[in-house]
């Protein structure tokens, strides 16, 4: 398993004997089927400041953020969300939304374990329990759900698109 660039991926899959490669990738053009998760935008903002705020008021923190708009949209639709001139459009979604149906799994985060064992049927590979993951340390944070809703209404509306297609990805069977 691997967590790397795309060029690097397409290398490994060009001329390495890979099956899995990981990470947090934008939806590219690369001969492979894709799987992904989803979060709730207003949670994954939530935790991401509660790692990364270090004491900044949240408005502030989240204005100097590229992350933290509209980037599970940006990269379903194939664009760099961590660069902040890069704003999503109504053909942005539609094509994010494409890309969602293509995806061979969808989860849905925080059910990690139940898309873990789906894709390791699909795979066909023994799975373990996972860890907890993407935990948040303890603490107190103020932050502005409604200023994370409005900087969101892409990822809101792909969020609830994407939990639609939870039940009817990966049929049984499936096969690659």
Not at 110 to 139: E, Y
Request: aromatic share 10%.
């Amino acid at each position: 398993m691997y967590d790397t660039s795309h060029e690097v991926i397409k290398r490994l899959l060009l001329y390495g004997d890979v099956a899995f490669v990981s990470g947090h990738h934008g939806w590219g053009d690369m001969p492979v089927k894709w799987v992904t998760v989803l979060r709730d935008p207003v949670d994954r903002i939530i935790s991401y400041y509660r790692k990364q705020g270090k004491g900044m008021p949240f408005g502030r923190w989240m204005l100097s953020q590229t992350g933290t708009r509209n980037q599970a949209t940006l990269m379903l639709a194939g664009q760099p969300g961590y660069r902040p001139q890069v704003r999503p459009t109504e053909d942005t979604y539609e094509l994010a939304c494409k890309h969602l149906r293509e995806c061979l799994l969808v989860g849905i985060f925080p059910h990690l374990q139940t898309f873990a064992d789906k894709l390791c049927r699909l795979l066909r590979v023994q799975c373990s329990t996972l860890a907890k993951t993407n935990t948040s340390p303890p603490g107190k944070y103020t932050v502005n759900r409604d200023m994370i809703r409005a900087h969101n209404e892409y990822d809101l509306r792909l969020w609830e698109y994407g939990k639609c297609l939870t039940n009817t990805t990966a049929a049984s069977g499936s096969d690659w």
